[in-house]
């Protein structure tokens, strides 16, 4: 339909006025990323210079006596990350090699969608499953049974209470599992059929072809996946603040209860009255803000380094 | 390859199936067992009350959900108005104007990065720009905070939805006279409908459930909502703060907002996702 009644100016306008609140809107993006940043400078900048560096490396928490340090929560967000990692990262690798190399088209439908809807399955749900259901679980069985045999390290030691840091990695584990196999899953898609199949070709197993060919080819994408899957452990909330036991401590025992930056945030902050307090604790967001910033980039890095590599979008 | 035998390379590959195959299953069962026990516990709390009351105080027997429910609707609802729209120009931005420039692939990156920033840091964020300016907890705060979630989630799956629409289709509407911003309102955005609307389903599917960005915007309250500007009663952090009570009734109203909860978010998974299946298949 011609716009005969308008002069060709006006439309250009309207066209022009239209581009720029799609750069406008595209603009808030940008504008976000920034004032996250500056923002929890700002509030947090009381405590930046009472405590300078000594913040990342004072275990005192003290709202009595005005002295906060992050140790606890940065350890406890470190050690259970990492316990997720440990555990997440093989099984996702096992489950998209399971979508990818094994299961039939019906199959891989659906045992693909029920893993993704477990990445839908809301943070605090996981939490409340994992304080009433898993922690007993946990406390009855899974810790008596690592005490028996791995007890002569300190990390298995000491008695099983159920919530700690290992449910707290745990958790954790199912919660980033989904994102780390559906990329993984995606990675190993996109490596060429015609190289898998010539190695086929040549009397490889399945196994074969995966470790020399497909992990090689995609090994950029996996790391990303992993990177993605760190940077959503570090921040996850509300199921590790249910688990944890939110108790400002490191202690060697994985057993022990010990907090992270997000728990402390989530338990604290509506209570800190004090400005230092509230200050203190902004800086800790600032911190895991920082982390995750760190751990994002990176896993998009490798990512689009694979995809451009392979000419295909991820 | 030689030098290991035939037998043991099968036996080898034979386990990594296996164990592959049990890690798929463990992943099942994970889910399985954690929609059981909300099924279970869930549905013990489910009553009259638990619809059509609101929140009783500490000490006093009963009383539901209602001002939550009724309170998580406006958040998310206020949300959407905000989120929605900036997320959708954000997107035709990165998939018709920004494609090559170095702003589009700036705002792209971004965009991906915002994805994964925790959601407690967004609320912190929405704490120091909204709460601590005004001295109160409010409404429009958890809702800014809600949409700020929403909004990379629908900048990527509008950008990805308009990439899939035929250039031909822009060229022809352009042939014909139609100016830029009707070609994509009008043209492009009626090819993707059933993709963009995906991409809010899930975009409300994800902020439903948040908790962490909400505790320090629009807090919680055992009152109806009346005012846009005061702490409002949600069904997350309602969730948090009756599960971590020690009093079984509240753990049971806590259950109960859980089921609420899980089945609202699983039901906008599956539809989403079961729209874009019935649309790849035309």
């Known amino acids: 339909m011609p716009e005969t009644g308008k002069p060709a100016g006006k439309q250009r306008n309207a066209d022009r006025v239209f581009q720029w609140m799609t750069a406008l809107c595209a603009g808030i993006v940008l504008l976000l990323m920034a004032g996250f940043f500056v923002r929890l400078l700002l509030s947090s900048r009381l405590s930046l210079a009472h405590f300078g560096w000594r913040f990342l490396i004072s275990n005192e928490w003290n709202p009595y006596r005005g002295e906060f340090g992050a140790l606890s929560s940065l350890y406890g967000t470190l050690v259970s990350t990492a316990i997720a990692m440990i555990i997440a990262v093989p099984l996702s690798l096992a489950i998209a090699l399971f979508l990818v190399e094994m299961a039939g088209p019906r199959v891989r439908r659906i045992v693909g969608s029920a893993i993704e809807l477990l990445a839908a399955i809301p943070s605090i749900i996981f939490g409340m499953w994992g304080l009433f259901i898993f922690a007993p679980f946990a406390a009855k069985y899974l810790q008596p049974a690592l005490g028996k045999s791995l007890g002569f390290l300190p990390l298995f030691k000491g008695p099983p209470m159920g919530v700690g840091i290992l449910t707290a990695g745990f958790i954790l584990a199912l919660m980033i599992l989904p994102f780390i196999s559906a990329v993984m899953r995606d990675v190993f898609q996109m490596v060429p059929a015609v190289v898998k199949e010539s190695a086929y070709g040549m009397g490889a197993t399945t196994w074969e072809v995966t470790r020399k060919i497909t992990v090689r080819y995609g090994i950029r994408g996996l790391v990303g996946a992993c990177f993605l899957g760190l940077g959503r452990a570090v921040g996850e909330t509300m199921a590790v603040t249910f688990v944890i036991g939110n108790r400002h401590d490191v202690s060697a025992s994985l057993f022990a209860a010990g907090n992270s930056i997000a728990s402390t945030l989530a338990n604290e902050f509506t209570e800190a009255s004090e400005p230092l307090y509230l200050s203190s604790l902004v800086e800790l967001g600032l911190i895991l803000f920082i982390l995750s910033l760190a751990l994002q980039v990176m896993a998009h890095y490798w990512l689009r380094s694979l995809s451009r590599s392979m000419g295909a979008g991820l | ?282």
């Open chain 2, 1 to 282: 390859m030689i030098h290991r035998s035939m037998a043991r390379r099968k036996m080898i590959n034979r386990l990594v199936q296996a164990l592959s195959a049990a890690a798929a299953l463990a992943g099942l069962f994970v889910l399985a067992w954690v929609l059981i026990v909300v099924v279970q516990r869930g549905s013990a709390a489910i009553s009259w009350d638990f619809f059509f009351h609101r929140v009783a105080p500490a000490g006093v027997e009963g009383g539901g959900i209602a001002n939550a429910l009724a309170g998580s609707a406006i958040l998310v609802g206020l949300a959407i108005l905000f989120g929605v729209p900036i997320g959708l120009l954000a997107g035709v931005y990165l998939a018709e104007f920004g494609k090559h420039s170095r702003l589009g692939a700036v705002v792209r990156f971004s965009t991906n990065v915002l994805m994964g920033i925790p959601s407690i840091i967004v609320g912190l964020f929405v704490y120091t720009l909204l709460v601590l300016p005004t001295g109160h907890f409010s409404a429009w705060a958890g809702a800014v905070a809600l949409a700020i979630l929403m909004l990379p989630v629908i900048a990527r799956t509008t950008e990805d939805m308009l990439e899939l629409v035929p250039n031909a289709l822009r060229e022809s509407a352009m042939a014909l006279g139609a100016p830029r911003w009707k070609v994509t309102l009008g043209i492009v955005f009626r090819a993707a409908k059933t993709g963009l609307l995906t991409g809010m389903l899930l975009a409300v599917a994800r902020i439903s459930g948040e908790t962490a960005p909400l505790l320090f915007t629009c807090m919680n309250s055992d009152y109806w909502p009346t005012s846009l500007n005061a702490p409002t009663a949600n069904l997350t952090v309602t969730i948090f703060t009756r599960a971590m009570s020690p009093y079984a009734d509240w753990q049971r109203l806590a259950w109960g907002a859980a089921l609420i909860i899980t089945l609202s978010v699983l039901a906008l998974n599956i539809s989403a996702r079961l729209m874009l299946r019935g649309k790849s298949h035309v």
